[in-house]
């Protein structure tokens, strides 16, 4: 699977943007979907996790009730809308896949995906 990520951009705080992360090949619906940020000189952290149908998703305290995943299958197409943007959002962002498990609990960590996108960067000024 190939993934490319886009849509980052500058925004102002409390700003939105919408990022997506295309795949490549038949099996996208197969593939739990994640998405991770890293700001610079920090690691790659966890933002938010899709089961392969869309049903169930999780996010990390820090984007809750802001940021929204979803997914369609039929494009083969990953979504993470970001709203009420902050500074502290400030970071790159990447999509990444992975099928050992459809529980989105399992996809908080880096070691459970399998294949990851370039990552687009999202710069929030305040």
């Known amino acids: 699977v190939q993934l490319q990520a886009f849509g980052g951009g500058l925004v102002q705080a409390g700003g939105y943007l919408r990022l997506s992360c295309a795949a490549s090949?038949?099996?996208?619906?197969?593939?739990?979907m994640g998405w991770f940020r890293q700001a610079p000189g920090k690691e790659r952290e966890f933002v938010s996790a899709?089961?392969?149908?869309?049903?169930?998703?999780t996010y990390a305290d820090s984007v809750k009730g802001r940021f929204t995943i979803s997914r369609d299958n039929a494009k083969n197409t990953v979504y993470l809308q970001l709203n009420s943007l902050k500074p502290e959002d400030t970071a790159v962002y990447y999509c990444?896949?992975?099928?050992?498990?459809?529980?989105?609990?399992?996809?908080?960590?880096?070691?459970?995906?399998?294949?990851w996108g370039q990552g687009t960067e999202v710069t929030v000024s305040s």
């Open positions: 899709i089961n392969r149908s869309g049903g169930r998703a």
């Open positions: 090949g038949r099996t996208f619906s197969s593939y739990a």
């Open positions: 990444a896949a992975g099928k050992r498990s459809d529980s989105v609990s399992f996809y908080s960590l880096l070691a459970s995906y399998d294949y």
